[in-house]
């Protein structure tokens, strides 16, 4: 009997063993799910939630087409203790991507934009008037300075901390929901796809067009940023055609990527110091 309990002992230690060789996603995964937790908790509150009204004008022929007036929501995140902000221009004012995507217009269409109202709303609901202060086309930046200056200290993301990933590294990437989810903070983990290195540096995630979220800072589970989500859009020249397939979004002239912290620093030193 003392043999058989002794044999059963050894089996089930042998199989805790196996399993423990053989099971090291989880614990992958949670790791991830940690490092995710521990950023939101140290940069939650940098990460808010840009209110604009937009005013959008578009021609043809040089005959105007259309005039309207939109509300619309975008991420953003404080990178300064003044308030500045930055966001994907693409996503405070979508004239700039548009315009981009029909410049090879056999009809002659032009699109103009003008934000007529910004407010940056803080996590704890706070709205702060503010405007655009620097517009940056090449890089899809928008930064974004308070009128006046916060009457309390704000949460920053420190864009000095930087990470560079690897190939199929995991990445952290966060979020602001919209209204219907009481613009709750969201987070995925992403793997690096794809590292660009020409003309710039830009990472890529698996992530589709339909479900990207432009602004959103992507972080390594080391806790350090490494970029900030932003739309790359190849112009098409007069009477060009543009490039696609059926099948993958891989060879559209738009693509989400990420922009290094590196060069959202380095745009930030050019953003004047005041609005007023």
């Known amino acids: 009997m003392k043999t058989l309990r002794f044999g059963f002992a050894v089996a089930v230690s042998l199989l805790c063993v196996l399993c ?26 940098a990460i808010v939630t840009l209110q604009l009204v937009v005013k959008t004008e578009m021609s ?3 005959e105007e087409a259309s005039k309207e007036e939109n509300k619309a929501e975008a991420t953003g995140v404080i990178i300064d203790p003044s308030g500045l902000t930055v966001a994907s221009l693409s996503a405070v ?7 981009k995507m029909m410049s090879s217009s056999e009809y002659n269409l032009k699109i103009s934009s003008e934000v007529t109202d910004l407010k940056i ?18 890089l899809d930046l928008a930064f974004i300075r308070p009128i006046q ?8 993301l420190d864009l000095s901390k930087q990470a560079k990933p690897a190939l199929l590294d995991q990445a952290i990437m966060l979020s602001r929901l919209g209204m219907i989810a009481n613009r709750t903070i969201a987070a995925s983990v992403e793997r690096i796809q794809a590292i660009v290195e020409k003309p710039r540096t830009f990472y ?18 080391d806790g350090n940023v490494i970029g900030l989500l932003i739309m790359r859009i190849l112009p098409t020249r007069a009477g060009g055609e543009m490039s696609f397939s059926l099948f993958s979004m891989n060879y559209m002239p738009i693509m989400p990527m990420i ?3 590196s060069d959202i620093l380095a745009a930030a030193k050019q953003v004047p110091e005041s609005v007023q």
Do not use: H
């Open 20 to 45: 423990s060789l053989f099971s090291p996603a989880p614990l992958a995964a949670d790791e991830a799910a940690q490092a995710g937790k521990d950023i939101i908790t140290k940069y939650g509150d």
């Open 60 to 62: 043809m022929e040089g």
């Open 93 to 99: 004012d979508p004239s700039e991507m548009m315009s």
């Open 121 to 138: 709303r803080l996590a704890d609901g706070t709205e702060i008037p503010a405007k655009i202060a620097l517009r940056d086309k090449d």
């Open 149 to 156: 200056k916060p009457t309390k200290p704000l949460n920053v």
């Open 204 to 221: 890529i995630t698996g992530m589709s067009i339909g479900d990207l979220n432009l602004g959103g800072p992507v972080f390594a589970l």
């Open 259 to 261: 922009l290094p912290a």
